[in-house]
C-alpha cells in the first residue's frame, strides 16, 4: 500500500490510474467442435491474423511406449515428417504451401505446432487430417535407419552430454519402479536398437487416431466459413455434424511415499560437479498449476544462497519440480544438505524470507504469466494438451481466479507439506575422468533426402499492414506508434531509447549478452519499481541492443493507461543500485571460476578477443561511480529521439490520449548530447583455431565466428540471406556422416563496434571434428567467388520470406517487428520493402559481407583433446593454424589480474 501511495503522490496533480486487476475472463469466442469419430477441435477466429495456427495434440506419448522400446513414441514423431501420406513427404508438402512445422514428444502426449499463409489452410486441413489416417506411409527402411541416428544422436548430445544424464537419472529416483514416469522417454541406445520399422507403423497405427487427438486452431475465418472447409476437406467418415466433448478424467498413479534417502552419485559427462534436487508432487495438468508456479519461484529464493536454478514441469500422473546447483569437489552432499535447510526454513512462516512482500511479488509474476498465455491461441497454443486431457476450455480464466484468491499462509502450507526434507530426492553428478573411447553411430549411410527450393506463390504471403499504424510525435519530441492488433486483451508498451552497447560507458560486447542486459539495465532498476506487484496483469521487460535500450511493460489492454502510467514513473525514478554493480561483477567472476560451462565462458571469451580487441567482460562499469552511470542514464532516457511503441488489442485515439497525460511531461535531464562512444573493432587477425580441453564432454562443439562488414540497414536481408544458406549447406555436408552431428545454427549479430559477426555452430562425434571445421570454412570461401550457391540462396530468400508472413502470430512478435524498425533508423519502410530487399539478395551480395570474413574467421572447438588429435593434425596438415589452449592457465591469470581478492581465497 505504501509503494502505490508513494506513486500517488509522484503523479502530481493528475490522479493516478485505477491499479487493479479487473480483467476476470481471458477467451470468448472458441468454438468447440466434436465429430463423431472422437476428434476435438477448438477453433478460434483472429481476424488481424495474416496466418492459420494449428496445434494437433496426440494424447500418447513416452509413457505408452512399450517396455524395451523406450524413445519409440519419440522415433515416431521423426518419422512422421518423413513419411507421405499423399504425393510427397510431409516436409516438402510444407513447404509448397509455405508452412512452418515442428513436433516435440512428452511423457503424456505429442504435439505437433504449424504456422502457414491463411490461404493455404485447406492444404493444411488434408494434411493434418492424412496425420490421422495414414501416419507413417511411404517410411522405407533406409528413412527409418536415418531418423533412428537422429535420435540416437539427440539422445548423445541433449542428455549423455550434460546435465541431462542428471535429469535422467533424477526421473529414475524420483519415481519409483513401475510408475509412468520412471522410464526415459528419450529411451536408450539399446531400446533403439530393439525397435523396428514394424513396431513404429504398429504403434501410430494405434495412437494416432482421432479418438485421441484434439485440433486448436486459429485463423481469420468465421467459425462458419472454417466449418465449411473442414466438411469440404476431410474425409466423410471424419465429419458429419458438430456436438460437445466432455471432460476427460485424468488418470493419477500413487505418489511415492515420504522416506529418508542419500544422495544418489551419478558419473556424467559434465565439467564440474553438480546437483539435482527432486520432488514428485500431485498431478499439474489442474487447477492448482498456479500454485506449484509460485511456490517454485519462491523455492529458488529459499536456495539463493546456494546460487540453485529451480523449475517444474506438469503431466498428467504428477509434477516434478526439481532445482540445479553446482556443488563442491570434496562435499557435494554437505552442499546439498545445506540448500534442504535453507527450504526448511522458508516455509516458516515466521521466516522473514517468506514475506507478504515476496509472496505478492510471486503471486503478481503468475498473473502475468496467466495473462500473457492469453495469446497462446494466436501463438504456440501452450494450453492445448490442457484442454486435451481436461477438457476444460476455461482453465486460464480459472487459473486467474485461482490466483487472485491465492494467500500466503496458503501458499506456504502447500510448499511444506510437498516440498519438505523427506520427499526431497538427489543426484549428484561428478565429471567423468574421460569421454568414451567410441560413441556409437552409423557410418556409411546415404544422406538425408533434401527439400527441393521452389518459390512460393506471392499471392500466399502478405505481412504486417503498416497502414493501420498510428504516429504522432508530443511537443517534447516524443514519438508515439501506436498498433491495434489482436482480439486478445493484451497490450504492450515499450519506450526505444538511442543508448546500448555502442554508446555505453562500458566495454560489453556481443558475445555476452546476458551480464551487458544486467550491467546496462539492470543497475538503473529503482528497487521499488523493479519489485512492484503489477496489479495489471502484467510484467516488465528489459532489452539492451547495439544501439538501444528499451524498457517494456504487458498487461491486460483495459487497463493501458495504468500500463503508460508505471512506465512513465519507471522512467522517472530509476537509480543506480550499488549492490547491483557489485552483484554483476561477482557473476562474471563466478561464471569464469566455477561455472557449470566455464570452457564455454572462455570460448565466447576468445571470439570476443579475436573480433573486437578485448575480452568479453565490463570491468568499467562495476567501478563507475553511481554519478558517473546517473549522468549516462539522463543522456540515454529522454523524449528526444525515443520511441513509445503501443501494440495490442486498444483504440487508437485512446491510446494517444493516455500516452498525452503521461507522457507529455516527460523531459530532457541531461545535456542533450548523449554518448556516442563505440569500440574500435579489433585489428583484421588471421585465420585461427583454437582448441578447448574438455575430457568429460562427448564429441566436440564446433563454432566458427567472423566480421561481415557493419551493421547497416542495407545490408540486413543480405545477412539474413548468407546465414540462412550456410545453415543448409553446411546441415547438408554434416548429414551424410548420420549420428555425427546434432544440428547447425548459423546466424549474424550486431557488435558494439558498428561491425556485424557471422555465427556458425554445431555438435559433432570427435571423429568427425575436422570434418566439421572443413564443412563450415569451405562454403564461405565458394559463396565469396560469388559464382556458386546461387540456388541454396534462392532456397533461403524463399525461407526468409515466408517467416517473415509466419512470425507474426501474438503481439510480441508484432512489437518486436516494430521495434525492429525503430532500431533500424529507416522506420516502417523496413517492414514494407523487407520481401523485395530479401528478393534482391544474389551471390554477388553474399559474397560482398565475406570480404572481411574469409581468411579472418576465429574457430574455437571444446573436445577432449586426446580423442582430438587426428583431428588437429588434419587440419595442421591443409594449412589450418591450430592452438590449443590452455584455458584455465589463462583463466587463473585472469583472475589474478581482476580479481585478486578472490583469487587469493581460491
Not at 487472485?404 to 526434507?421: E, N, P, R, V
Request: glycine letters at 6%; aromatic letters at 6%; proline letters at 6%.
Amino acid at each position: 500500500m505504501f509503494l502505490f501511495g508513494w506513486l500517488t503522490a509522484a503523479a502530481g496533480a493528475t490522479p493516478a490510474p485505477d491499479l487493479s486487476f479487473s480483467n476476470a475472463v481471458f477467451i470468448t469466442n472458441r468454438t468447440d467442435l466434436c465429430l463423431p469419430s472422437g476428434l476435438r477441435i477448438l477453433y478460434h477466429q483472429e481476424p488481424h491474423h495474416p496466418t492459420v495456427t494449428w496445434t494437433t495434440v496426440i494424447g500418447s506419448g513416452s509413457v505408452s511406449d512399450p517396455p524395451g522400446k523406450e524413445g519409440l513414441a519419440h522415433l515416431v514423431e521423426h518419422l512422421w515428417f518423413r513419411s507421405t501420406p499423399r504425393r510427397a513427404s510431409v516436409w516438402q508438402e510444407a513447404d509448397a504451401i509455405g508452412a512452418s512445422i515442428n513436433g516435440s514428444t512428452r511423457p503424456d502426449d505429442t504435439r505437433y505446432p504449424t504456422a502457414a499463409p491463411a490461404s493455404a489452410l485447406p492444404q493444411v486441413v488434408e494434411l493434418e487430417a492424412a496425420r490421422l489416417t495414414r501416419p507413417l506411409q511411404g517410411v522405407s527402411p533406409e528413412v527409418f535407419d536415418t531418423e533412428r541416428e537422429v535420435v540416437r544422436a539427440e539422445l548423445r548430445w541433449r542428455y549423455e552430454n550434460s546435465s541431462g544424464s542428471g535429469y535422467l537419472a533424477l526421473l529414475g529416483e524420483v519415481f519409483d519402479e513401475g510408475h509412468p514416469y520412471h522410464r526415459p522417454g528419450i529411451g536408450t541406445h539399446a531400446s533403439l536398437d530393439a525397435t523396428t520399422l514394424g513396431a513404429a507403423q504398429a504403434w501410430a497405427a494405434s495412437h494416432y487416431v482421432p479418438e485421441n487427438t484434439t485440433w486448436m486452431i486459429t485463423a481469420p475465418l468465421s467459425a462458419e466459413d472454417f466449418r465449411v472447409v473442414l466438411a469440404e476437406r476431410l474425409p466423410e467418415s471424419m465429419f458429419a455434424g458438430a456436438s460437445q466433448c466432455s471432460e476427460q478424467d485424468l488418470p493419477t498413479a500413487p505418489l511415492p511415499e515420504p522416506r529418508q534417502r542419500d544422495p544418489v552419485t551419478v558419473e556424467a559427462y559434465v565439467q564440474s560437479p553438480q546437483a539435482l534436487i527432486g520432488w514428485a508432487l500431485p498431478a499439474g495438468l489442474t487447477r492448482g498449476d498456479a500454485q506449484i508456479q509460485r511456490v517454485t519461484a519462491l523455492l529458488q529464493q529459499a536456495m539463493w544462497r546456494v546460487n540453485a536454478r529451480c523449475y517444474s514441469r506438469a503431466m498428467v500422473h504428477a509434477t516434478l519440480v526439481y532445482c540445479r546447483l553446482g556443488v563442491p569437489e570434496d562435499e557435494p552432499e554437505a552442499r546439498v544438505a545445506k540448500a534442504l535447510d535453507q527450504v526448511y526454513l522458508a516455509w516458516d512462516n515466521a521466516n522473514p524470507s517468506w514475506s507478504e512482500r515476496r509472496f505478492q511479488r510471486q503471486r503478481s509474476r503468475e498473473l502475468s504469466d496467466l495473462f500473457r498465455s492469453v495469446e497462446s491461441l494466436t501463438a504456440s497454443h501452450s494450453d492445448a494438451a490442457y484442454v486435451h486431457h481436461t477438457g476444460d476450455l476455461d482453465q486460464l480464466t480459472s487459473w486467474l481466479r485461482d490466483t487472485l484468491d491465492a494467500t500466503q499462509h496458503a501458499d506456504a502450507a502447500f510448499a511444506s507439506k510437498w516440498l519438505d526434507q523427506r520427499r526431497a530426492v538427489s543426484v549428484i553428478l561428478t565429471p567423468r575422468e574421460e569421454a568414451p573411447d567410441s560413441v556409437p553411430h552409423a557410418e556409411g549411410r546415404a544422406p538425408a533426402s533434401s527439400v527441393p527450393t521452389q518459390e512460393l506463390d506471392d499471392s500466399m504471403l502478405s505481412g504486417l499492414d503498416t497502414s493501420t499504424l498510428r504516429k504522432e510525435r508530443l511537443p517534447n519530441g516524443l514519438e508515439v506508434w501506436v498498433y491495434p492488433y489482436g482480439r486478445a486483451p493484451f497490450a504492450r508498451a515499450t519506450l526505444v531509447m538511442d543508448g546500448g552497447w555502442a554508446l555505453a560507458p562500458s566495454r560489453a560486447v556481443e558475445s555476452q549478452r546476458n551480464a551487458s542486459t544486467r550491467s546496462l539495465g539492470g543497475v538503473l532498476d529503482d528497487t521499488e519499481m523493479a519489485y512492484i506487484p503489477v496489479r495489471v496483469g502484467g510484467d516488465w521487460f528489459v532489452s539492451v541492443n547495439a544501439t538501444t535500450l528499451e524498457y517494456g511493460i504487458r498487461g491486460a489492454a483495459g487497463s493501458l493507461e495504468a500500463l503508460l502510467y508505471l512506465l512513465r514513473k519507471r522512467m522517472d525514478h530509476m537509480v543506480v543500485r550499488p549492490e547491483m554493480r557489485r552483484e554483476v561483477q561477482r557473476d562474471l567472476e563466478e561464471q569464469l571460476w566455477s561455472g557449470l560451462e566455464r570452457a564455454s565462458v572462455w570460448a565466447a571469451m576468445e571470439r570476443a578477443t579475436h573480433l573486437v580487441g578485448e575480452h568479453g567482460w565490463d570491468p568499467e562499469l562495476p567501478t563507475a561511480s553511481p554519478k558517473e552511470v546517473r549522468a549516462w542514464s539522463h543522456e540515454v532516457v529522454r523524449p528526444t529521439g525515443s520511441t513509445l511503441i503501443i501494440v495490442g488489442r486498444v483504440d487508437p485515439d485512446e491510446a494517444i490520449a493516455h500516452a498525452k497525460t503521461w507522457w507529455a511531461s516527460f523531459q530532457d535531464r541531461g545535456t542533450g548530447q548523449p554518448h556516442q562512444r563505440r569500440l574500435q573493432p579489433a585489428p583484421s587477425r588471421p585465420r585461427q583455431i583454437v582448441v578447448l580441453d574438455e575430457p568429460a564432454r562427448i564429441g566436440a562443439a564446433v563454432h566458427l565466428a567472423c566480421p561481415v562488414g557493419p551493421t547497416d540497414h542495407e545490408g540486413l536481408a543480405a545477412r539474413q540471406v548468407l546465414s540462412t544458406t550456410l545453415d543448409t549447406l553446411v546441415q547438408g555436408r554434416l548429414r551424410g556422416q548420420l549420428g555425427a552431428t546434432y544440428g547447425v545454427s548459423a546466424w549474424t549479430e550486431a557488435l558494439p563496434t558498428g561491425d556485424a559477426a557471422l555465427h556458425v555452430t554445431t555438435d559433432v562425434t570427435s571423429p568427425a571434428a575436422a570434418t566439421a571445421v572443413q564443412s563450415i570454412l569451405h562454403p564461405l570461401t565458394v559463396l565469396r567467388g560469388g559464382k556458386a550457391g546461387q540456388r541454396h540462396i534462392a532456397g533461403a530468400r524463399r525461407t526468409l520470406i515466408r517467416k517473415s508472413v509466419l512470425g507474426l502470430r501474438d503481439s510480441r512478435e508484432v512489437s518486436n517487428r516494430l521495434r525492429a524498425a525503430r532500431r533500424s533508423g529507416h522506420g516502417v519502410a523496413v517492414i514494407d520493402e523487407s520481401q523485395e530487399r530479401l528478393a534482391a539478395v544474389d551471390t554477388a551480395a553474399v559474397a560482398g559481407l565475406l570480404e572481411t570474413c574469409v581468411g579472418h574467421e576465429v574457430v574455437t572447438v571444446q573436445g577432449p583433446v586426446g580423442e582430438l588429435r587426428e583431428a588437429i593434425e588434419t587440419l595442421m596438415a591443409d594449412g589450418h593454424p591450430v592452438r590449443v589452449l590452455d584455458w584455465e592457465a589463462e583463466r587463473d591469470a585472469w583472475m589474478k589480474e581482476h580479481a585478486p581478492k578472490r583469487w587469493r581465497r581460491r
